[in-house]
C-alpha cells in the first residue's frame, strides 16, 4: 500500500499547495480521499487519473474538500468509453451534493451528449452515506469508517483502509475524539489535518481564531497517534501553510506528544506502507 499526499493545503490559495486530497494506493485499486482544488492535476503528476479510482471518499462537505468533485465525475465520464460509475463514499448529505454538482453540469452534459455520438450515457456514479462501521470490503482490502468531531458540521467521518498488515487512517478535519481513537489503534499511517494554534492565535482575527475550535492543533494530532499507537504520523491541510525554512517548528511541536516518525506533508509526498 502506498500513501500519496496529493495535496496538503487549505481554504487559502496557495501556488505551492492543492487543496486537500489523499491518494490511497492499494492492491484494490486507487482510493481518493476528498477532492480539494487542483486534485486531478496532481493526481496527473502521481500516475494516476479519475477514471483509475475504485471509490471517492469524502470525511464532510466543506467546501475545501470537494472542489473539484465536479471535475473528477466530469473527467471519469469523458474520458471512459464506457459506463464506468464513480463510486462515492461520504457522511449523510452526500447524495444531495452529488445530484447537485450533477444538475450544475446539466448543460456540459448536454452538449456532450449531443457532440459525441459514442458517448450516450450521462455521468454515472453510485453513492452510499455512511456512518460507522465497515463500507467496502474487496478482497484484502477493508474500508472503515467512523463518526468524527467538526462541529458545527454536523456530519463527519474518518477512515481507515486496511490492506493486509498495512493500515493507513485518513482523520479529516476533526478535533479529538472517540470515533478517531478507535479508527487508529495501531494503524501504520495517521493522515491528520492540523492547524498551528500558536501562530493563529497572533494574528488575532476572529475568521481565523474561530477555526482553532474544530480542528486539531499539532500538537493534538501528534497526542492521537501515541495514544493509539500509530507508527507513521503524516501532518496536512497545515493552516497557516509553512513559511520557507519554519518546517521543522511544525515537527518540534509534534514530537513533545508523538516519539514516532512524524512528516510534514507538501504536494506529492509519497509514503510507503
Do not use: K, Q, Y
Given at each position: 500500500m502506498q500513501v500519496v499526499i496529493l495535496g496538503s493545503g487549505?481554504?487559502?490559495?496557495?501556488?505551492?499547495?492543492?487543496?486537500?486530497?489523499?491518494?490511497?494506493?492499494?492492491?484494490?485499486?486507487?482510493?481518493?480521499?476528498?477532492?480539494?482544488r487542483g486534485v486531478l492535476m496532481r493526481a496527473a503528476a502521481a500516475g494516476t487519473s479519475a477514471g483509475a479510482l475504485r471509490a471517492l471518499l469524502l470525511t464532510h462537505l466543506h467546501s475545501d474538500h470537494l472542489t473539484d468533485?465536479?471535475?473528477?465525475?466530469?473527467?471519469?465520464?469523458?474520458?471512459?468509453?464506457?459506463?464506468?460509475?464513480?463510486?462515492?463514499?461520504?457522511?449523510?448529505?452526500?447524495?444531495?451534493?452529488?445530484?447537485a454538482v450533477e444538475s450544475m453540469l446539466a448543460s456540459d452534459i448536454e452538449y456532450r451528449l449531443a457532440h459525441h455520438e459514442d458517448l450516450t450515457w450521462p455521468p454515472p456514479t453510485s453513492v452510499t452515506e455512511v456512518d460507522a462501521g465497515v463500507v467496502l470490503s474487496d478482497g484484502a482490502v477493508r474500508i472503515t469508517t467512523a463518526r468524527t468531531d467538526h462541529a458545527p458540521v454536523r456530519d463527519s467521518v474518518a477512515y481507515r483502509i486496511d490492506d493486509g498488515d498495512a493500515s493507513v487512517v485518513i482523520a479529516g478535519d476533526t478535533v479529538p475524539c472517540s470515533g478517531l481513537d478507535a479508527l487508529c489503534h495501531g494503524a501504520s499511517v495517521l493522515v491528520h489535518t492540523v492547524v498551528r494554534r500558536d501562530l493563529i492565535e497572533l494574528i488575532s482575527l476572529p475568521r481565523l481564531t474561530d477555526v482553532l475550535d474544530y480542528h486539531s492543533s499539532v500538537i493534538d494530532a501528534a497526542a492521537t497517534a501515541a495514544r493509539n499507537g500509530v507508527v507513521t504520523l503524516v501532518l496536512t491541510h497545515l493552516v497557516p501553510a509553512p513559511a520557507p525554512g519554519t518546517e521543522s517548528e511544525w515537527l518540534q511541536q509534534a514530537s513533545t506528544s508523538f516519539d514516532g516518525r512524524t512528516l510534514l506533508g507538501s504536494d506529492l509526498l509519497t509514503i510507503d506502507v
Open positions: 487549505s481554504p487559502l490559495p496557495d501556488p505551492e499547495r492543492a487543496g486537500p486530497s489523499t491518494l490511497v494506493r492499494t492492491s484494490a485499486g486507487d482510493v481518493l480521499i476528498d477532492c480539494g468533485l465536479n471535475d473528477v465525475i466530469t473527467t471519469r465520464w469523458i474520458t471512459s468509453f464506457a459506463p464506468s460509475p464513480l463510486t462515492v463514499i461520504g457522511p449523510p448529505g452526500t447524495a444531495a451534493v452529488v445530484t
